[in-house]
């Protein structure tokens, strides 16, 4: 049998991720030899080596890189059917949809209005994200639903809905000479030598390279923006955070940006799936 208990998964990532038997033991709060015992015993159930050991230290092998990737993944997994279970114990709970911070705010408002309205309509709680993170909390749990946008999200292994399609702005310092056109492409926006263009995550979690400041949270680019160290393209819906400091200029060659509602595919909630007709039924009076 080669089935491995969620505890050497456990044991094997913090040693994967330590590359020394000591600091993992620590991390785990265990002694040393019970781990060191711990893994052998996998190598051996496995038949294959995990980690080259010698007096430089610890290794991992391609086996054993492969094994710390699939672990981590099936750990999360693990983690959150256990708090999707939990979730779904509590009659009371609310359904939690999850959205990037100043995205989609007209839409969301536009929602909660029409849950208000709708006696039989679950309660929602709404989970503000920073970039890219709607997916992470859609899959471990953390939320129910979620408003993603194409092609900026991940939206692999989800089922979706199309809520609306808009093109997108250019945000500038309003002190700039680019604030004061009526439009702008994308060429005239992607190299300004006094303005780089700011660089949003692909969907591996990597970023282009550029001279351009990393996007990682709202707050932080519209102060680089602000400060006139910066501008972004944005969808137009997420001017909803835009600053006093700011311009809004379309960019008429961008790619469009679609807005979806999203839910794992294996929900079977009745409320779920209340809260997906409601949002596509925004789409249809739009």
């Given amino acids: 049998m080669d089935d491995l208990e969620t505890r050497e998964l456990r044991y094997f990532v913090a040693v994967a991720e330590e590359l020394h038997f000591g600091r993992a033991a620590d991390r785990l709060g ?26 430089r230290g610890v290794a991992l092998t391609d086996a054993g890189r492969v094994l710390r990737d699939e672990a981590k993944t099936a750990l999360a997994a693990v983690a959150a059917a256990a708090r999707r279970t939990r979730r779904a114990a509590d009659p009371q709970r609310p359904l939690v949809l999850v959205t990037k911070a100043g995205a989609s705010h007209e839409l969301l408002q536009r929602l909660l209005d029409a849950l208000g309205n709708d006696a039989d309509a679950a309660p929602v709680e709404i989970l503000l994200c920073e970039v890219s993170e709607q997916a992470g909390l859609l899959r471990d749990g953390s939320a129910d639903v979620a408003l993603m946008h194409h092609p900026y999200d991940d939206l692999a292994g989800f089922d979706t809905e199309e809520l609306c399609v808009e093109g997108q702005v250019a945000i500038v310092p309003a ?62 819906s997420s001017r909803a955070w835009q600053w006093p400091e700011h311009i809004a200029v379309p960019v008429v060659d961008a790619p469009d940006v679609t807005t979806v509602i999203a839910w794992r595919p294996t929900s079977r909630s009745q409320e779920v799936a209340a809260l997906v007709r409601s949002a596509t039924a925004l789409r249809e009076t739009a």
């Fill in 30 to 55: 265990i002694a040393q030899p019970p781990l060191s015992r711990a893994i052998r015993k996998v190598e051996h159930r496995l038949g294959v080596q995990l980690l080259i050991r010698d007096r």
């Fill in 175 to 236: 002190k700039h000479p680019l604030a004061a056109r009526d439009q702008l492409t994308l060429a005239e926006v992607t190299h300004v030598p006094d303005l780089p263009i700011a660089r949003w995550p692909r969907l591996d979690g990597t970023y282009p390279d550029g001279p351009g400041p990393e996007v990682h949270t709202q707050s932080q680019l519209a102060q680089l923006v602000a400060l006139g160290k910066a501008l972004l393209v944005i969808p137009a």
